[in-house]
């Protein structure tokens, strides 16, 4: 018999749950803001997580466990490249951004301006009911 978890019933969800569409939310923007930090410059793990919650607002304060494995799948893609720097004492890996990567950033940016205006219309909908 197989592992897989598809075979398992999915758990219940509460999709009246505010932490639930959260959580969605959160899983997704991760990726672009980790992006969008890069974007403006070179930096290290922990500056990138530090960096994105301060940008989103606390929206998105993403783990060194979302962290690490979006980065290596970033620099696997050839989205961003990585050296070892000597920061405050420490041998740090920082990252940044391709050429790639900046194009992956403005796509990026492109189909979030379509979920935006799709979500501003949702809202003016039920506005007027």
């Known amino acids: 018999m197989s592992d897989s978890t598809e075979n398992k019933p999915s758990e219940t969800r509460d999709f009246l749950s ?23 410059r070179p930096m290290h793990g922990y500056e990138i997580a530090k ?25 696997d893609g050839g989205y961003v490249a990585a050296h070892e ?8 890996k ?6 790639k990567g900046r194009q992956a950033f403005q796509v990026a940016v492109d189909a979030w301006m379509e979920v935006t205006k799709s979500l501003t219309d949702c809202q003016k909908m039920l506005k007027a009911s």
């Open 18 to 40: 505010r932490a639930y569409w959260n959580g969605t939310i959160k899983m997704s923007l991760s990726k672009f803001f980790i992006l969008s930090v890069l974007y403006r």
């Open 51 to 75: 960096e994105v919650a301060s940008i989103s607002n606390g929206c998105c304060s993403p783990a060194e466990g979302t962290i690490y494995p979006v980065l290596k799948q970033y620099e």
């Open 85 to 92: 720097e000597i920061v405050s004492g420490r041998t740090r």
């Open 94 to 99: 920082v990252y940044a951004l391709t050429d």
